[in-house]
């Protein structure tokens, strides 16, 4: 039986069973090169998202070619800081700042860079349901861009979140168009693995 055919059994019947309730604002990302993907997009009336997403990659067996740059835990008295840093930073985001607060816990955390009592970056770490670190968000202030705090962040985080016996790797999705951000994790070591496309 052709690809095609299965994909759309599978999805009909997961609609009729209720594993898609209707209604449901459905998203669907796959590799820019994954055409057969893209075709059952289109047959079953997928709207076409703008903007392309790199995903990249940082295996643990890296570990020691990372240097020893540090990031302090997000403590309570920033917090208000923190929420204002993400959502100018982010003002689309799938997670408003408090969401983030409220989701923090031994395996998802926010680090910070400070400078005299000043927000001046955070990033966004967790360890997912698979059992891979994700780096989430970066946000750097303005004023401080360009100074090194985001390799900081990013070189802490994987860190932190390499320092699992059980994480194997650390994953992030940035936007294609982000090309500082992209340069950055490859100088880092990250690894770009796919191009999405939603």
Known sequence: MAWHIIADKLYAEAQELGVLP???????????VNVKLGAFARRHHFRKMEGYQAVLRFRKEQLESLPALEA????GQYHSAFIALHEKTFPCAYYKGQQILDRLNEQNRVLVVMENNTLLGYIYAQIDTGGDGYLDFVGVAEHARRQGIGRRLVVAATRWLLSYENVPQVNLTVSSTNRAAIELYLKI?????????A
Do not use: A, I, M, N
């Not at 209707?22 to 820019?32: A, H, S």
């Not at 070591?189 to 496309?197: R, V």
């Open 72 to 75: 302090d835990l997000l403590e």
């Open 22 to 32: 209707k209604g449901l604002v459905e998203e669907l990302f796959g590799d820019v």
């Open 189 to 197: 070591g990250y690894e770009h693995l796919w191009t999405l496309t």
